[in-house]
């Protein structure tokens, strides 16, 4: 993910300099020893299948196989031997070596850079599982290309959503069907467990869990009337005005009061949601924060919006979902923007509301999705929008010198040797203290997937330029090269 700088790397700290040349250089043997791994349960199959041919030649000699049992003996076999070896259970080892075997024998540029050290386990079985539903093999090259490019710049946290949308868009159909398949399966479960708990979970679809999730830190987060917060939630609007922050970080000298209420955010999340769905009110605080909604990011193609398209519908930090779901979140939405993206790249160009408000702020939560820190995945409605070079200093308040920080890694931009820089098309630039730089694209171009090979020339037309949105005027269809995708921040509406 990350290159060294041109400069000496590490003249200014190289204890921390070659600590990071030490675990890059492990993390590359781990890689390729768990790729091996990985043939040797695909090897594992190919035993299996000859265990199987012999097993049907002697019946074809000795009589009729067992009635109960006997069609999946050499399976079980070779996955009771290898699990008693490695000490995991039989069903576990027929699991991977399943998933083996897919990697081997239609991935295999997967396993090669996997091999490679080039990317991590998460890597290659985020891969393998969002592609697995793509049979034909020409659209499953493409994706493996697609999504092998996205893996160099993401972590395995945050690629797993890229990789998803990646194959929704190179295989609209098969993805459709399995969205589909897996929404039949949405239920409730019960799991007792010691010391007086029990585990409670819901398969829902995307875009409900998500906005539930959202909802509950929002009123566990929220302040207590008269008193401070377990944990301030961020200002969205952080550093945008020029004006400070009155929930930014305290001065050095400073001191935190303590908490009105020893709860973790956690716990309070866990209260909400058992008075939520036992009460209907929420009672972990007062000050009527019943009316608080859950609110999730939603980015619809204009043609699916009008349920004739089959482009997919994406939830910001998860990926494809129901285009059903997708279209009665936009209906019922209080509002929702324009977004227009390149054709050729998928960066958001502009973005307008019909009901104009805040549009650079829009502007910056689409783009960006969640916090612009490599590897981080906090969403950005809950960021602080920071001005790459302080407002202060001249920078200017545009989205070519704004990006969205978590408050924990915006305090790390300004109180830690490392540094951020804006290299256009909003890409951003870390530089770690050891001098090693690493590269965050916005999530909109790590998953986009071009309608033709070969890119052209970003806007040829010039008619926008995501440094100069702000201010802006509404833009327009007609003059856009790229299209209209629209992105709806809205409440479930069930």
Request: negative net charge; aromatic residues 4%; contains cysteine.
């Amino acid at each position: 993910m990350g290159h060294e700088s041109e400069c000496a790397v590490g003249w200014a700290w190289p204890a921390l300099n070659g600590l990071v040349d030490e675990v890059l250089a492990t993390r590359r043997r781990v890689a390729a020893a768990q790729a091996a791994e990985a043939r040797l349960l695909s090897r594992a199959v190919d035993i299996v299948t000859e265990r199987i041919e012999e097993r049907r030649a002697r019946r074809d000699v000795d009589g009729p196989p067992l009635r109960d049992g006997g069609a999946d003996l050499p399976l079980r076999e070779v996955s009771l031997e290898l699990g008693m070896a490695i000490r995991v259970s039989d069903r576990t080892l027929q699991a991977r070596m399943g998933q083996a075997w897919t990697l081997v024998q239609r991935f295999p540029a997967t396993l090669a850079e996997w091999e490679s050290g080039a990317i991590d386990a998460g890597h290659a079985w985020a891969i393998v599982q969002s592609g697995t539903v793509i049979d034909d093999d020409t659209r499953r090259a493409r994706y493996e290309r697609l999504a092998l490019d996205a893996a160099a710049t993401e972590s395995p946290a945050r690629f797993a959503a890229a990789a998803r949308a990646i194959a929704a868009a190179v295989d609209p159909e098969s993805c459709a069907m399995d969205i589909a398949a897996a929404r039949a399966e949405r239920r409730v479960r019960l799991y007792p467990l010691q010391d007086g708990l029990a585990r409670l979970i819901a398969d829902l679809p995307a875009p409900l869990a998500h906005a539930i999730y959202d909802r509950l830190t929002h009123i566990a987060t929220a302040p207590e009337p008269g008193g401070m917060p377990g944990t301030p939630p961020t200002s969205a609007a952080a550093g945008v005005s020029g004006v400070p922050d009155p929930s930014g970080p305290l001065p050095d000298d400073a001191t935190s009061p303590e908490p009105a209420d020893p709860r973790t955010v956690d716990q309070l999340r866990a209260d909400t949601f058992s008075e939520l769905l036992l009460t209907g009110t929420p009672s972990a605080h007062d000050g009527g924060l019943s009316s608080v909604a859950g609110r999730v990011q939603v980015t619809i193609p204009i043609l699916t919006l009008a349920a004739g398209g089959e482009e997919p519908a994406l939830l910001a930090g998860y990926g494809p979902i129901d285009p059903a779901i997708a279209r009665r979140l936009a209906a019922r939405a209080p509002g929702w923007d324009r977004v227009f993206t390149d054709a050729y790249t998928g960066l958001p160009l502009a973005v307008d509301r019909y009901r104009p408000n805040a549009q650079l702020i829009r502007y910056l939560d689409a783009r960006d999705e969640r916090c612009r820190t490599p590897t981080c995945t906090v969403p950005a409605h809950r960021c602080d929008k920071d001005h790459t070079v302080d407002a202060a200093k001249g920078g200017p308040t545009e989205a070519g010198n704004l990006a969205g920080f978590c408050r924990r890694h915006h305090v790390d931009k300004h109180h830690t040797a490392w540094r951020v820089t804006q290299l256009g098309g909003g890409v951003l630039e870390w530089t770690s203290p050891t001098g090693r730089t690493y590269r965050d694209r916005p999530p909109a171009t790590v998953r986009f997937v071009p309608s033709v090979e070969e890119p052209l020339p970003v806007d040829p037309f010039g008619t926008h330029s995501p440094d100069s949105v702000g201010n802006a005027s509404n833009a327009s269809t007609a003059n856009s090269p790229g299209h209209a995708d629209v992105a709806a921040l809205a409440v479930p509406p069930f």
